[in-house]
């Protein structure tokens, strides 16, 4: 597999991922998102969101505000007990959290460290004109309790029967003591998380199904290998592996709010690695946040004639996470005449330009204007790109480098009637067996819908 190094330098330099703020040295644990990277983030959510909102009819969207009453992050629990153990050296006051140390001194700079202490990991503002206890509120950690507090409402509005979804994509913040492994782990990042409502004693049912269903997606969204991801099950008194690797993990506790937990690991260069969890959350957000509000949440089943708060299977995971997961899954090096080439063998529903429009040469007009306009063509349908900036061979391999799956070049034989060989065709070349057809100019958009689908 690749290392992390190469990863984060073809990033950077192919314009996927920057440094948040990189002019002013950066802020820890932000990143900002270039021309790639925000194609790439936005084709991810796409799969996500048409595979469970889209295909389904027991999920509805929702689309949350950032920003909440206080009292949510109260009643979640929250406020109390979201929090990491933190430790810190008694001379540089470094901070580290505790369960990524071993042993009793500073691996920064070698000094004594103190005792654990919790660190609760909410970002906190205020709202209004004065900053004062009364107008304190939180960034939101996760993006699930604007789904419960919205139960009543969706329900309602949709007319929607037990069991259902509802399914949200948005931005989190959690004040992480160490950020670390590029975009792993951050302090700003996008969540894509689904509140599954439930009758209670259905859930263990309910839990098992969207634990086959998360990674089934994973595998054909990303094409990731049977080796590289396994499922890790939570259970109060115990932790196993379903998958690969099964003797390589810690015991853990499922988090305040879970009877249980199926997390689904990806085999990074540093490890096996949450990128998705699937909670077994019981009432406790609903119950809790009537108890707080004291609104009504139950639900009333006509059919049943019974009455009873919900219970939730949570499938949540993070889009950062996801976009690494899937570089890593498929950046390839290969050897072409003697020569390293790199390619992203992305899905073609993931990658950022799914066709490449170039000219044979840029310093001829009239192949310039016909691949233009191609491009110009293209673009109204699917997402492509027009690149003279160098000789056709390094324009391959930057396309390549970019995941983008098919180049259309326009040479004289394209463009030139006047030409001895002109046939008003165009040659595609496949990005992972660089196998090159020709195809008539007219037939270009045909061609690439019914292989990219």
Sequence with gaps: MVDMDSIVSLCKRRGFVFAGSEIYGGLGGMWDYGPLGVELKNNIKRAWWKAMV?????????????????????????????????????ENHH??????????????????????????????????????????????????????????????????????????IGKTFRNEVQTGNFIFRDREFEQME??????????????????????????????????????????????????PDADDFEQEKPPHYSKGNYDIEYKFPMGWSEVEGIASRTDYDLSNHQQW?????????????????????????????????????????EKVKNEKRVVLKLPYALAPYKVAVLPLARNRPELVAVAKQLAHDLKQHIMAVYDDTGAIGRLYRRQDEIGTPFCVTVDHQSALPDDAKYDGKVTIRDRDSMEQVRVPLGEVKAWLAERLG
């Design 293 to 333: 509000s004291g609104k009504d949440l139950s639900y009333f089943d006509d059919d049943t004639k019974e009455k009873y708060v919900p219970y939730v299977v949570e499938p949540a995971m993070g889009v950062d996470r996801c976009f690494l997961a899937a570089l890593f899954e498929n950046y390839c090096e």
């Design 194 to 243: 689904m509140e599954f409502f439930v009758k209670p004693g259905s859930e263990d049912e309910w839990h098992e199904y969207w634990r086959e269903q998360r990674v089934n997606w994973w595998k054909q969204t990303f094409n990731i290998r049977d080796e590289h991801i396994r499922v890790k099950a939570i259970r109060p008194d115990a932790t196993s592996i379903i998958g």
């Design 95 to 168: 901070r580290l959290r505790a369960d990524k140390v071993q042993g009793d001194k500073c691996p920064e700079c070698g000094s004594p460290l103190g005792e654990p202490r919790p660190f609760n990991t909410m970002f906190k503002t205020h709202v209004g004109a004065v900053e004062d206890e009364s107008a304190l509120i939180w960034l939101r950690p996760e993006t699930a309790q604007g789904i419960f507090v919205n139960f009543k409402n969706v329900q309602e509005a949709m007319r929607k029967k037990i069991p259902f979804g509802i399914a949200q």
């Design 54 to 90: 889209q295909a389904r009819d027991d999920i509805v969207g929702l689309d949350a505000a950032v920003l909440m009453n206080a009292n949510v992050w109260r009643a979640s629990g929250h406020a109390t007990t979201f929090n990491d153990m933190m430790v810190e050296c008694v």
